[in-house]
């Protein structure tokens, strides 16, 4: 097994949600890991610039964003994105304004909050983080699809009216809490993402190790030659897995690493 390129989720991963920091023995692993010459990514339904310092600080080599809508370079020069096509945009805004749903459009430079903000879960935690609030617009009059389509959406309604719509609606839905949903173009998700990367670089799916813990994560897992779940994953993503290390804050991503012998 010869890794050449490592991807990390963020939440839950990455990240303790409950901590709200990088654990100080995953930034350590990550800078001894690029000393040795192995490049790393994250993937995450977050926006590229909506990361924050603690996560930009990382300096990954590249990111996957927007449920692998985007991928950006560490100079966050867009290498490849994929859109929402302008008529399901206006049906998932269509459906958020009659179910008085939470909805969040991400675009290239910022995230349009259209409406019910209190439900987007996330949201008040992120904008009160080292992400800040400037990346984000209120935008009630919901009509920036109008000037530019977006890479992905954030909605937030009952999961399971959300899933009866889903199934007419040719778009990629991933749940990611129980009434939140990520949404991409259709047959987009981090796997799609991570396989436009590995051609990128002219890597094969074998050069590439993976840390998930969540739904969210599966199409990671599957499009990784090797797959390690955190200790706090759920069950699925520990059963696809190679290997499960430690949780997040009992040092699971360093823990993980010199599973690798990358570190």
């Known amino acids: 097994m010869h890794i050449q390129l490592v991807i990390f989720d963020v939440d839950g991963t990455l990240y303790d949600l409950n901590k709200h920091c990088i654990p100080a023995s995953t930034i350590h692993a990550i800078q001894q890991m690029k ?24 300096h990954a080599d590249y990111i996957i964003a927007d449920s692998g809508g985007v991928i950006v370079d560490q100079q966050q020069n867009i290498l490849y994105h994929q ?50 609030r400037e990346p984000f617009i ?34 990629s839905f991933r749940q990611f809490s129980k009434n939140g949903f990520d949404i991409a173009p259709n047959g987009v998700n981090k796997g799609t993402g991570i396989r436009k990367l590995l051609e990128i670089l002219h890597l094969h799916k074998e050069d590439c190790a993976c840390f998930g813990d969540n739904y969210n994560d599966i199409e990671m897992m599957e499009s990784c030659g090797y797959r390690i779940a955190m200790g706090n994953a759920i069950e699925p993503i520990k059963e696809m ?7 997040i804050d009992e040092d699971g991503i360093q823990k993980g690493l010199a599973h690798l012998h990358l570190i």
């Open 83 to 132: 859109d929402i096509p302008y008529e399901q945009c206006c049906a998932l805004v269509q459906y958020a304004q009659e179910h008085e749903a939470g909805l969040l459009l991400k675009f290239p430079k910022h995230m349009y909050i259209y409406q019910h903000p209190e439900k987007i879960d996330w949201l008040i935690g992120q904008m009160n983080s080292d992400i800040g």
């Open 138 to 171: 209120f935008h009630p009059e919901q009509d920036r699809h109008f000037l530019e389509l977006p890479q992905c959406a954030s909605l937030h309604d009952d999961e399971d009216r959300v899933k009866e719509f889903a199934k007419h609606c040719p778009l």
């Open 241 to 247: 897995a190679d290997y499960v290390t430690a949780p």
């Open 35 to 58: 000393k040795k010459g192995t490049r790393f990514a994250i993937a995450t339904g977050r926006a590229h610039y909506g990361l924050g310092k603690a996560l930009n600080d990382l």
